[in-house]
Each structure stands twice: as structure tokens, then as C-alpha cells.
T-cell receptor, first 115, second 113 residues
């Protein structure tokens, strides 16, 4: 158990819909990352938050948005869903901030299927 | 933007053979990390390299960071079936002011018993 909790584990929804994925980081971790992993693909970086502020942005679509709340949990919102958005979405957390870099702990992922 | 490339994409080895995966970055990295993802699982941290030319060992695994801090490798000696999974490198380039942890596409290792 990595200590990172993602909900839900599985999500099936129709095209055009909107979903929210939730992530609770490890206790004490201030950084949260979101990644998208399509079948047999690598981990595509979407966005990173540190202590409530956006810190780095990857190839995140305009239809996607995220935020980190004061209690440090994070949500990834995916709207106007398309078939191609079907993927495994991972959240990871780390202590890393402006200082050193530490390992990222990954949650179990949310498998999103758009039909 | 920062790109991290990994080769090969797939590797099939006979149990007992050695395995190496290579990672190359388009920019100089501050740190490089390696992760392993078992089939159906999530990535799990293996190690972090920080210094130019650094070599670290974990039992049968040897990790290297290039002198220019733009490339890295993971070598597994005498593979076992428990080594099956996808190995990812992930680079950080703090010099660009970004804290993005960029992953390579990974090398999927299959071990034939």
C-alpha cells in the first residue's frame, strides 16, 4: 500500500459526459501529480500541484482541469469526454517541493472507460 | 519541452539472461528516477540518481547516470520471472524552473522460464 488513495477505481461513462477523479496523497506529501496511461503506453504527465498551487503543466487538454484543496487532496476533472480519453489515470504524491526531489508514490489508478 | 526516450520498448529474455534498458533525455537532468510497474499494477519507485557518473546497485540491478546527466541505464543480471514488468525512467530538470517529473515510455520486460 503506497498510502495514496484514488477513487473511484473504475469508471464507465458515455461520450460527452464529465467526470471527477479524486486523489488523497500520502500524509505529509505536499506535491500531487496526475498522469494518464493509455494501453501499452507510457505515463503521460498532465499536471502537478504543490501545496495548493499549480507547479508544472504537461500535455493536459483544455477539456481537463485539476485542483488541489487546502487539505491537499486533489481532483482531476475531465469534461466533454471522447473515446480516446479512455485510459488509466494515476495520481502520485511526493514530499518534493522547491528543495530536493524524493520518490513519487503512486495510487492504484482510476480506469476510465468512455463508451 | 523536456523529452525522455527509452529503448527498447519491449525485451524478451530467457530466464538467467541479462537485461538492459536505456534512457536518454533531450535536456540535462537534475535527477533521474527509475520505477517498475508490474502487470496490472502501479509504478513503484526503485531508485534515484543525482550525481554525474553515479552508479548504484540493488542486488541484481545496476543503475547508472551518465557523465553529462542526459542518459541513464538499468541493467539486470541473471533475470528471474519476478523481474517481469515495465521499467520506466523519469527525469527532473529543475534548471528550467520546472518541477515536472517526465517519464519515458518504458521498457516492457518478459522473462521466459
Amino acid at each position: 500500500d503506497s498510502g495514496v488513495t484514488q477513487t473511484p477505481k473504475h469508471l464507465i461513462t458515455a461520450t460527452g459526459q464529465r467526470v471527477t477523479l479524486r486523489c488523497s496523497p500520502r500524509s505529509g506529501d505536499l506535491s500531487v501529480y496526475w498522469y494518464q496511461q493509455s494501453l501499452d503506453q507510457g505515463l503521460q504527465f498532465l499536471i502537478q500541484y504543490y501545496n495548493g498551487e499549480e507547479r508544472a503543466k504537461g500535455n493536459i487538454l483544455e477539456r481537463f482541469s485539476a485542483q488541489q484543496f487546502p487539505d491537499l487532496h486533489s481532483e482531476l476533472n475531465l469534461s466533454s469526454l471522447e473515446l480516446g480519453d479512455s485510459a488509466l489515470y494515476f495520481c502520485a504524491s511526493s514530499v518534493m517541493g522547491t528543495g530536493g526531489y524524493t520518490e513519487a508514490f503512486f495510487g492504484q489508478g482510476t480506469r476510465l472507460t468512455v463508451v | 519541452g523536456q523529452q525522455v526516450m527509452q529503448i527498447p520498448q519491449y525485451q524478451h529474455v530467457q530466464e538467467g539472461e541479462d537485461f538492459t534498458t536505456y534512457c536518454n533525455s533531450s535536456t540535462t537532468l537534475s535527477n533521474i528516477q527509475w520505477y517498475k510497474q508490474r502487470p496490472g499494477g502501479h509504478p513503484v519507485f526503485l531508485i534515484q540518481l543525482v550525481k554525474s557518473g553515479e552508479v548504484k546497485k540493488q542486488k541484481r540491478l545496476t543503475f547508472q547516470f551518465g557523465e553529462a546527466k542526459k542518459n541513464s541505464s538499468l541493467h539486470i543480471t541473471a533475470t528471474q520471472t519476478t523481474d517481469v514488468g515495465t521499467y520506466f525512467c523519469a527525469g527532473i530538470n529543475s534548471g528550467a524552473g520546472s518541477y515536472q517529473l517526465t517519464f519515458g515510455k518504458g521498457t516492457k520486460l518478459s522473462v521466459i522460464p
